[in-house]
């Protein structure tokens, strides 16, 4: 059981290349925290500080208020499963979850006795004498697991583990990651550019864009309340619809379009405006128009596409609007629709600097 | 389809007339140290074996005065064994731990370094020949095998092999292995080694068969007779022959010559075996 601090982290490598640009998190016992970017935005760099696989340029890292900075990966007593499960291709499975309690000196029954306890509860022990080339990807990455978890490390850190399985896999593991964090207790964290899995299995949620965290909180949080541009159109599929939008002092307008009902909004600047696809609804006097062009059958919903009539065309974005609808509603390509959107479910971002202002 | 067929017979017309080239003439020699002396100088080359084999072996290997003045055939074929499997593991043990230091110890020196040894590839063990016998004859190791052997075994081509092996390996398994508590010790004993596994079989056989072959390095260091490698003894048994006196004892001759190729073969087709196996499980 342990608690996790980042205090003012920082990460240059050798090359002069800024990684990570001063992150404060305190990850409390037993969190769930996910680390959720798109590639590049220093993540994975931040989860190998605190595995002790890089070096940290600046600021401390403290594991149960102990500082592991010059600690050895090995004696900081965490675990970690790697995106290509990182598997020693040459030993059987037994021996790959053993081999950490081997180096750690531990008595032969005991070692026995937690793979044996480990491989019951990720369902591999039918497994356990065959080589990691005889195994399937799912059951790589339970031995992979496994191999974490019979260390009884105190934190667990994922590194993209789940990007490796077909879409199916993935959800299942999704769901066994997370029934088995919480059944242990133990504090993780976990590194994807993945944004439903970042929303599923986190207890709190850190967006990162370049090397910065832009928000942290509950992922539900973070889906109705964005603090920035970014994370608002970063967690959410589909993508929120965003408009360019300016304001003069009534109104919001883009192009020949006209939103009512905003105040208190800087004018003679670029906004934007944001729309969750499941905030639109078709409606005949709805605020917006659009032209059909491709409709999305998922089940029991559909996603519908189309180009937004009568919107400005500011550099840098479209004019495609999506919304979301149940199963039922199957509107034609190429017909027109009106949609309807609450305003106070709208958001309304500072094009330039992200800033969520409504 | 008879297309196809004549393209095989071709390929394999092609094929065996190259099989019969390469191993015609072994065969000849191996027909000829199975006939007599007397025979041979009679009637040259034979090409179908002869009723010697047993007595010619045997007098080649076990009997004083058979080929040498003093030395047997079967302490020279010893010596070189002991010269091709000291070499190959020096250099597969020299090599690899010089390939670890290289690519897995971040020391400022390393790409230079790499690339001086890279470099000594370019220099034959003729250049440094003196200067080697200097040093091993200061140290008053002629005639012996640590002194055969140790100066050799540095290896470049090994080196380069190694390295370029290691650098294939996943960084992750690395970083597993430090986080699961491994030493560098230990990393390299119960990681790198067993995946090297293939790679080592193939630096044996290749640095055996080199070993086995070096004629100048141990007719230098060697100054007694039973010290001699079977390639010094078929030099100097050819040498004997020339000088004449007696009656030229070819089928000894060509007796040791087969006897000096047996071991490479053997060596060769054994681990060849174990070195495929390798290969095809340790894929994926």
């Keep these: 059981m342990a608690t996790v601090k980042l205090k003012n982290i920082k990460k240059t490598y050798p090359n002069g290349a800024v990684a990570v640009r001063g992150v404060d998190m305190a990850i409390e016992d037993g969190e769930f925290v996910v680390f959720v970017g798109p590639s590049g935005c220093g993540k994975s760099t931040m989860l190998r500080m605190v595995a002790g696989l890089e070096n940290i340029t600046d600021g401390e890292i403290e594991i149960d208020d102990r500082v592991i900075n010059k600690v050895s990966p090995a004696d900081r007593d965490v675990a970690m499963v790697f995106q290509n499960y990182a598997l020693y291709p040459h030993m059987t499975v037994r021996g790959n979850m053993a081999y950490g309690l081997k180096n750690r000196g531990l008595p032969k029954a005991e070692i026995n006795q937690k793979v044996t306890d480990a491989a019951k509860m990720l369902r591999i022990h039918d497994y356990l004498d065959r080589q990691p080339n005889q195994l399937s990807g799912g059951q790589r990455q339970r031995v992979a697991m496994g191999r974490a978890i019979v260390r009884d490390p105190k934190v667990f850190l994922f590194d993209e583990p789940l990007s490796n399985l077909d879409a199916k896999l993935r959800v299942q593991m999704r769901i066994e990651i997370k029934r088995l964090q919480r059944r242990m207790g133990v504090t993780s964290i976990y590194v994807t550019h993945d944004q439903t899995e970042a929303m599923t299995l986190a207890d709190r949620l850190a967006v990162i864009n370049d090397g910065r965290i832009e928000q942290m909180g509950a992922p539900i949080e973070l889906y109705n309340n964005p603090a920035t541009l970014f994370v608002a159109s970063f967690i959410g599929a589909p993508q929120i619809n965003l408009i360019p939008v300016q304001f003069d002092g009534k109104n919001l307008n883009s192009g020949d379009l006209q939103f009512s009902g905003f105040k208190d909004l800087p004018e003679n600047t670029d906004l934007i405006l944001g729309i969750r696809p499941d905030v639109l609804e078709p409606n005949n006097d709805g605020q917006l128009e659009m032209q059909v062009d491709l409709v999305e059958q998922h089940g029991a919903e559909n996603l519908v596409y189309g180009a937004l009539n009568g919107a400005s065309t500011t550099d840098g974005y479209n004019t495609e609007i999506c919304f979301k609808t149940d199963q039922n509603t199957q509107p034609a390509i190429d017909s027109v629709l009106k949609l309807h959107f609450d305003q106070n479910h709208a958001m309304v971002f500072n094009k330039e600097t992200g800033e969520r202002l409504i | ?284």
């Design chain 2, 1 to 284: 389809m008879s297309n196809i067929n004549w393209r095989i017979i071709l390929n394999h017309t092609i094929l065996l007339i190259g099989v019969i080239f390469m191993s015609l003439p072994v065969w000849v020699a191996f027909s000829t140290s199975t006939h007599s002396a007397e025979t041979i100088l009679r009637e040259g080359l034979q090409f179908w074996p002869g009723t010697n084999f047993i007595g010619t072996y045997r007098e080649v290997l076990f009997e004083q005065g058979g080929v040498m003045k003093s030395v047997l055939g079967i302490t020279m074929l010893k010596n070189s064994m002991i010269l091709g499997i000291g070499f190959a593991i020096g250099k597969v043990i020299v090599s690899m731990l010089a390939a670890y230091a290289i690519v897995y110890f971040r020391f400022r020196l390393a790409t230079p370094l790499f690339w001086i040894i890279f470099l000594t590839l370019l220099l034959p063990l003729e250049v440094r020949i003196i200067p080697s016998y200097e040093v091993v004859a200061g140290l008053g190791l002629l005639d012996t095998n640590f002194g055969l052997i140790v100066p050799l075994i540095a290896s470049a081509t090994g080196t380069f092999y190694f390295r370029q092996f290691f650098k294939s390996i996943p960084e992750e398994l690395l970083e597993a292995a430090r986080l699961d508590g491994a030493t560098p010790w230990r990393f390299f004993v119960d990681i790198l080694i067993p995946l090297s596994k293939t790679m080592i079989a193939a630096i044996l056989i290749i640095m055996f068969v080199v070993g086995w072959n070096q004629y100048l390095w141990p007719l230098i260091m060697t100054t007694k007779e039973e010290n001699y490698t079977l390639v010094i003894g078929i030099k100097q048994i050819y040498q004997i022959l020339s000088e004449g006196g007696e009656l030229p004892q070819y089928q000894k001759a060509f007796a040791l010559t087969i006897l000096a190729t047996l071991p490479p073969v053997l060596v060769v087709l054994f681990f060849q075996n174990w070195f495929v196996k390798g290969l095809v499980e340790s894929e994926k």
